[in-house]
């Protein structure tokens, strides 16, 4: 009998303390309905899902035919499960990381290097950048879903700087009357005068900070309590910002980065060098609803390895290189080897929810 190049994953969660806390988690859920043994702490945060080969989440194999027991150390020995673009442009790893997210509070503002700055800094501080890898994102989301994602048209920001003033006053006169000066200029001027223009924001002394946000909180609150419409500043998310992370720069972030709200099923992508932040939602990556009147769906074979997610339905999963059946319900993950179909039996007529990661060269 051919070896095993789909098996079913135990994945790691990640307790971050900025994650939804208990079954409000949908990692949470999706954990308790795919092991029956998990006890899900009500007191405690399931921030994230990881499924993949990173040294502080390497997934388990469920499958006793197989003597390795984590996936990065069956790919190691089973290199062409990767597919042959992906073993050679990835030196023989797999190149992704999928995950679940479950966001209850805002995550810090963040920006990924691309692939040459992120080897200069692996090698420069290994302990500090464990990853030699680039990290562009694509979330698509599973609940209504609110992010932070890249800088907003510079006239959006200025609009800004006109209304909220405790925000022109942390960027500074000179900065901001710089900044709407360069509208009409090239895009390289437009990016050195945002860059200064957020440098002075986020060096602003800690004290100013507080003072500004107080004040810019007890105005919104005082013109709400009049029973004035402060959305043209984002008022209510601002509130909500300043609840959670009482006097923190971040808050003023909203001014200057796109606010996206995503439906389910609706997705954003994140390049390197973009700056973004996470507000709240769960998401997860190429989507595929199976209508409970189909009997059967075939799973197309592909030249990389992939990962796959059953998030609604229960099925039996098999391939035509190994027969042995594979139970697969809500939460279920399934690592599936480069060139693998698999077959897909459905066994209630219920409607298919499956989330597969991979990577197309």
Same mark, same amino acid.
């Given at each position: 009998?051919?070896?095993?190049?789909?098996? /079913?994953?135990?994945?790691?969660?990640?307790?971050?303390?900025?994650?939804?806390?208990?079954?409000?988690? #949908?990692?949470?859920?999706?954990?308790?309905?795919?092991?029956?043994?998990?006890? *899900?702490?009500?007191?405690?945060?399931?921030?994230?899902?990881?499924?993949?080969?990173?040294?502080?989440?390497?997934?388990?194999?469920?499958?006793?035919?197989?003597?390795?027991?984590?996936?990065?150390?069956?790919?190691? +020995?089973?290199?062409?499960?990767?597919?042959?673009?992906?073993?050679?442009? @990835?030196?023989?790893?797999?190149?992704?990381?999928?995950?679940?997210?479950?966001? =209850?509070?805002?995550?810090?503002? &963040?920006?990924?290097?691309?692939? +040459?700055?992120?080897?200069?800094?692996?090698?420069?501080?290994?302990?500090?950048?464990?990853?030699?890898?680039?990290?562009? =994102?694509?979330?698509?989301?599973?609940?209504?879903?609110?992010?932070?994602?890249?800088?907003? /048209?510079? =006239? +959006?920001? $200025?609009?800004?700087?006109?209304?909220?003033?405790?925000?022109?006053?942390?960027?500074?006169?000179?900065?901001?009357?710089?900044?709407?000066?360069?509208?009409?200029?090239?895009?390289?001027? $437009?990016?050195?005068?945002?860059?200064?223009? @957020?440098?002075?924001?986020?060096?602003?002394?800690?004290?100013?900070?507080?003072?500004?946000?107080?004040?810019?909180?007890?105005? *919104?609150?005082?013109?709400?309590?009049?029973?004035?419409?402060?959305?043209?500043? !984002?008022? =209510?998310?601002?509130? &909500?910002?300043?609840?959670?992370? %009482?006097?923190?720069?971040?808050?003023?972030?909203?001014?200057?980065?796109?606010?996206?709200?995503?439906? /389910?099923?609706?997705?954003?992508?994140?390049?390197?060098?973009? %700056?973004?932040?996470?507000?709240?939602?769960? !998401?997860?990556?190429?989507?595929? #609803?199976? %209508?409970?009147?189909?009997?059967?769906?075939?799973?197309?074979?592909?030249?990389?390895?992939?990962?796959?997610?059953?998030?609604?339905?229960?099925?039996?999963?098999?391939? %035509?290189?190994?027969?042995?059946?594979?139970?697969?319900?809500?939460?279920?993950?399934?690592?599936?080897?480069?060139? #693998?179909?698999?077959?897909?039996?459905?066994? +209630?007529?219920?409607?298919?929810?499956?989330?597969?990661?991979?990577?197309?060269?």
């Amino acid at each position: 009998m051919a070896a095993p190049r789909v098996f /079913p994953l135990s994945c790691a969660v990640q307790q971050y303390a900025w994650g939804k806390m208990g079954s409000n988690s #949908e990692v949470a859920r999706l954990l308790a309905s795919s092991d029956p043994l998990a006890q *899900i702490a009500e007191d405690k945060p399931y921030a994230e899902l990881w499924m993949g080969t990173h040294p502080r989440g390497d997934a388990k194999i469920l499958d006793n035919r197989i003597s390795q027991k984590t996936l990065s150390q069956w790919i190691a +020995e089973n290199q062409d499960s990767l597919g042959s673009k992906v073993k050679d442009t @990835f030196n023989g790893n797999l190149p992704f990381l999928f995950k679940v997210l479950s966001v =209850e509070t805002p995550l810090s503002i &963040q920006a990924h290097p691309n692939k +040459e700055l992120a080897e200069k800094l692996h090698l420069q501080a290994p302990q500090h950048y464990p990853d030699a890898n680039h990290k562009p =994102e694509m979330a698509i989301a599973l609940t209504p879903f609110q992010g932070l994602c890249g800088f907003r /048209p510079v =006239e +959006e920001i $200025v609009t800004f700087l006109k209304k909220v003033p405790e925000f022109q006053f942390l960027i500074g006169d000179e900065a901001a009357t710089h900044l709407k000066q360069t509208m009409s200029h090239d895009s390289q001027a $437009v990016a050195s005068s945002l860059q200064s223009c @957020f440098s002075h924001l986020m060096k602003s002394e800690k004290k100013v900070v507080v003072e500004q946000l107080n004040l810019l909180v007890k105005r *919104i609150s005082q013109q709400a309590a009049a029973g004035n419409n402060m959305e043209d500043i !984002f008022g =209510e998310l601002l509130l &909500q910002l300043h609840q959670q992370y %009482p006097g923190d720069i971040g808050c003023f972030a909203i001014y200057f980065l796109n606010l996206l709200t995503l439906k /389910p099923g609706e997705a954003m992508f994140l390049e390197a060098n973009v %700056p973004h932040a996470y507000l709240k939602g769960d !998401f997860t990556i190429m989507k595929t #609803e199976v %209508p409970g009147s189909v009997t059967e769906y075939k799973v197309l074979a592909l030249d990389s390895a992939s990962i796959l997610l059953m998030v609604q339905g229960t099925v039996i999963a098999s391939t %035509p290189t190994t027969q042995t059946p594979i139970p697969l319900q809500r939460g279920g993950v399934l690592f599936i080897g480069a060139n #693998e179909s698999v077959s897909l039996k459905l066994t +209630e007529p219920k409607d298919l929810l499956i989330f597969r990661a991979c990577c197309l060269l």
